[in-house]
């Protein structure tokens, strides 16, 4: 028999409604301005040298700071998971406030709808704020969850005699396919879950590391 461990209800969770978001983030200059004082502390600094002398550019182009050391322009996205990316800020935040609140992730799909841009460019985003999230160490599963891996790939016996790799039977040959659900691989497991996470495997048995 298994305790499971209730999250905070839906009345019990603390955080802002989308009104009170978007009147944070009307616009892409109050957007910059956050991610300038969450990033720089409110003092551009170069992401090239650290430098925090700088000139800013009254036509913001080719971007609005330039360094008077290293003397190479650059912008709050410079250096960032927004490096190169034409999707505008207010965007962005409102997908990081989404990703980070969301209790079952959010997908690609969604945020093209609510975002209005492309599926394209909601899968290229959320991918770039996961990974940042997981760079920076957060970890996304938590409380219960169940891992299950699978191999991918074409039987030995049905390839080509040419692409058969005659060493084996089974998994030779195939690709690793690892998920993780929220409701096992001990070093997959260990890296991608929080230490007092309740595990089970796919025998529905308590897995401990």
Sequence with gaps: MFIKHKG???HDRIGLTLIELFQ????DQAAEEWFEKVCW???P????????????????????YRCKDCRKHYSV????VMSE??????????????????????SSMRLH?????????TWFLSHRIRQAFKD??????GGEVEIDGTFVGRLEKNKHKDRKLNVGRGDVGKSVVVGIKKKTLQGYVNDNVSEDTIKYTDENRSYKP
């Design 77 to 80: 996205r410079t250096g960032t």
């Design 85 to 106: 990316s034409k999707i505008p800020l207010q965007k962005w935040v409102i997908a990081i406030y989404m990703q980070a609140t969301s209790l079952k992730g959010i």
């Design 45 to 64: 600094t170069c992401p090239h040298c650290k430098s925090t002398r700088s000139s800013k550019i009254a036509n913001r182009k080719p971007m609005p």
């Design 113 to 121: 709808r609510d975002l209005g841009i492309t599926q394209k460019s």
């Design 24 to 27: 944070l983030f009307p616009n």
């Design 8 to 10: 905070p209800g839906k």
């Design 136 to 141: 920076s160490g957060i970890v996304f599963a």
């Design 41 to 43: 502390k409110g003092t």
